[in-house]
């Protein structure tokens, strides 16, 4: 599970996304709702309503393991970027 904070980490995700080459879903962490990132108007579905409905808090996987790497990375950077904002702050 993932959180996302903000619309930057929202449009980094999509960044990633759309590195992948098989379908990646975002599902509410109730396991209600999921929607597949792949389709452009899902992905805008899925932001709207998770957002609005469940806070900051998804769950992001992809169909492929081929495809995991893009997103482990962009989970690695969005951490690093956490903890630098952090340390800047203190």
Same mark, same amino acid.
């Given at each position: 599970?993932?959180?996302?904070?903000?619309?930057?980490?929202?449009?980094?995700?999509?960044?990633?996304?759309?590195?992948?080459?098989?379908?990646?879903?975002?599902?509410?962490?109730?396991?209600?709702?999921?929607?597949?990132?792949? !389709?452009?108007? !899902?992905?805008?579905?899925?932001?709207?309503?998770?957002?609005?409905?469940?806070?900051?808090?998804?769950?992001?996987?992809? !169909? !492929?393991?081929?495809?995991?790497?893009?997103?482990?990375?962009?989970?690695?950077?969005?951490?690093?970027?956490?903890?630098?904002?952090?340390?800047?702050?203190?």
């Amino acid at each position: 599970m993932m959180l996302l904070k903000n619309a930057k980490n929202v449009e980094s995700l999509i960044k990633a996304v759309d590195k992948c080459k098989y379908d990646v879903y975002l599902r509410s962490t109730d396991g209600r709702e999921e929607f597949n990132l792949k !389709s452009v108007i !899902s992905r805008y579905v899925a932001i709207g309503e998770l957002c609005k409905d469940h806070g900051d808090e998804f769950e992001v996987f992809c !169909s !492929s393991p081929e495809d995991e790497g893009h997103l482990m990375q962009f989970f690695r950077e969005l951490h690093e970027d956490e903890e630098e904002q952090e340390r800047k702050s203190a």
